[in-house]
């Protein structure tokens, strides 16, 4: 079993100060929390930022000042999103993409999201398929459906993405795949075999499905844009706090953490 990828996201697009005032906004605080989680064991950092009044922003300049201070600080894996805020344009998205991060989410189809549509019709992820090829990103493909691996394999057999693919299941948004185990390993059972996949809980499945992944053989997803909360009504001190309870979990497993080189191994970025 290889090492565990602790991935945190630290942001989000809708998480605000006043749902949890630990919440890092401007590039330096993403930047020494980005470093802060490396410390407690994150080997990914899944990137949002905001703008200067802390709303959610794709925009390239604010994307490359956060990641030259989190690259100043520790060798932490970036990944950017692509998923930005449900509102925005495919343009708009697209944007960090032109910085060549080591990794970028690929969302391969339309889901509700709570309230909103997260709209993702096919010619746009083949458009965002091929510009992240283009640039050398490797490909995080973030699932909130059991279909949406197929719509992942399609591409693979269009000769747009290559095996072996790393997913990511979004388990628990209102209107996507419940955050439930034996939906988990229906996911993990539709993978091709080779495939590499971590999940991100939503609030309250955060932990059970972490725990879950760990001992599947899978890797981990926490941070403020999934959960805000360490416990029922207490919200969390800093992303750290959960990154480093995943970590204390999986050492009580039996299962090491992997550092930012060797989760670059384990994913084929090296």
């Not at 709209?119 to 965002?128: D, G, I, K, L």
Request: hydrophobic share 40%; net charge negative; glycine share 10%.
């Amino acid at each position: 079993m290889d090492k565990l990828i602790i991935t945190v996201a630290a942001v989000g697009a809708e998480v605000t100060k006043k749902d949890n005032p630990n919440l890092p906004v401007t590039p330096l605080e993403i930047a020494e929390e980005a470093q802060r989680c490396a410390e407690k064991g994150a080997s990914i950092i899944h990137l949002h930022v905001r703008d200067g009044d802390g709303n959610p922003t794709q925009s390239k300049e604010v994307f490359a000042e956060t990641i030259r201070l989190i690259k100043e600080r520790t060798n932490i894996i970036i990944q950017t999103s692509t998923g930005g805020a449900a509102w925005m344009s495919g343009e708009e998205r697209l944007q960090p993409i032109e910085l060549k991060p080591e990794m970028a989410t690929l969302t391969t189809g339309t889901v509700n999201f709570g309230a909103e549509l997260f709209s993702n019709p096919t010619p746009m992820v083949e458009q965002f398929a091929k510009k992240i090829v283009e640039n050398g990103v490797k490909p995080e493909i973030e699932v909130f459906e059991v279909g949406m691996i197929n719509n992942a394999l399609n591409l693979v057999k269009k000769g747009i993405l290559q095996l072996p693919l790393h997913f990511d299941f979004v388990m628990g948004v209102p209107g996507g795949i419940p955050g439930e185990p034996r939906h988990l390993l229906h996911l993990v059972e539709s993978l091709p075999a080779g495939c590499t996949w971590t999940v991100a809980g939503i609030g309250r499945y955060e932990l059970s499905l972490g725990t879950l992944a760990i001992l599947l053989g899978g890797n981990v997803r926490v941070g403020f844009e999934d959960n805000i909360f360490y416990a029922k009504g207490v919200l969390a001190q800093s992303n750290g706090q959960l990154v480093e309870r995943m970590a204390r979990l999986a050492k009580e497993l039996g299962r090491e953490v992997a550092t930012p080189d060797e989760a670059r191994k384990i994913l084929h970025l090296i």
